[in-house]
């Protein structure tokens, strides 16, 4: 991971904070993004122990240097809770539903706004693109 590092590559932790992510890996690992589970985020407006671990993770990330993205943001007020504790990246359904890759290549080369939702062409199993 270090001759990667080394090479330029961007190094990821994902879902920190569940499974087999620990707070070891931080220290052995040049990481360069730490993203926070959904889990931990879909919760923390209501469960003030899920919004101390996302506060937590960020202020980490802040002393390692590294940058945070959190997971499964659906919500502006997940999204206000989050700029709140200094967290400027973060992907999820707020922002855009998944994209085949031939759409994103689309939504890049003619600079139109991600959808929010699935366009009426997609939606009941038709297959049409949404161009």
């Not at 879909?42 to 240097?65: C, F, K, N, W």
């Amino acid at each position: 991971m270090r001759t990667l590092h080394a090479m330029g590559v961007r190094l990821s932790l994902d879902d920190f904070g569940t499974g087999y992510s620990s707070l070891l890996y931080l220290q052995r690992y040049p990481f360069d993004e730490i993203k926070v589970d959904k889990g931990f985020v879909q919760h923390m407006l209501d469960d003030p122990y899920s919004h101390e671990i996302v506060a937590t993770v960020i202020g980490v990330a802040r002393v390692l240097g590294a940058d945070v993205v959190a997971e499964g943001v659906e919500t502006v007020g997940e999204r206000n809770a989050l700029l709140a504790l200094g967290c400027q990246s973060a992907q999820g359904f707020h922002y855009s539903m998944p994209l085949a890759e031939e759409d994103f290549r689309w939504l890049l080369e003619t600079r139109s706004q991600l959808p929010r939702t699935l366009p009426p062409c997609q939606q009941a199993g038709s297959r049409e693109s949404p161009r």
